[in-house]
């Protein structure tokens, strides 16, 4: 047994096993990794998922040209004749 326990002992021997319990850690790891499964999203990216895209933005345009076209209609006819000294014709 004493020869059994020098060579356990030993430098090479623990470095043997160092780098041998390294390389199961490392492939036991890459075996997990490799067996989980993949985390996906169905946004795509850049929008974050709060936001409808460029449909809201367009829509909200939208309606704020209809309102300030609904608010110029309600506006009250002036007269202009001031600044016909303007125009030629």
């Known amino acids: ?3 059994r ?3 356990n002992q030993g430098g090479g021997y623990g ?6 319990k390294r390389a199961r850690a490392f ?3 890459n075996k997990m990794l490799n067996n989980m ?9 850049g929008t974050g ?3 409808g895209g460029l449909a809201i933005q367009q829509e909200r345009y939208r309606q704020m040209g209809l309102d300030n076209q ?5 506006r009250p006819q002036v007269d202009n004749s001031m600044y016909d000294i303007y125009k030629t014709g």
């Open 37 to 45: 499964q993949q985390s996906t999203t169905t946004q795509r990216a």
């Open 5 to 7: 326990s020098d060579y």
């Open 15 to 20: 470095a043997q096993m160092t780098a041998y």
């Open 27 to 29: 492939n036991a790891q």
């Open 70 to 74: 609904q608010a110029k209609a309600n």
């Open 1 to 3: 047994m004493k020869d």
């Open 49 to 51: 998922g709060f936001t």
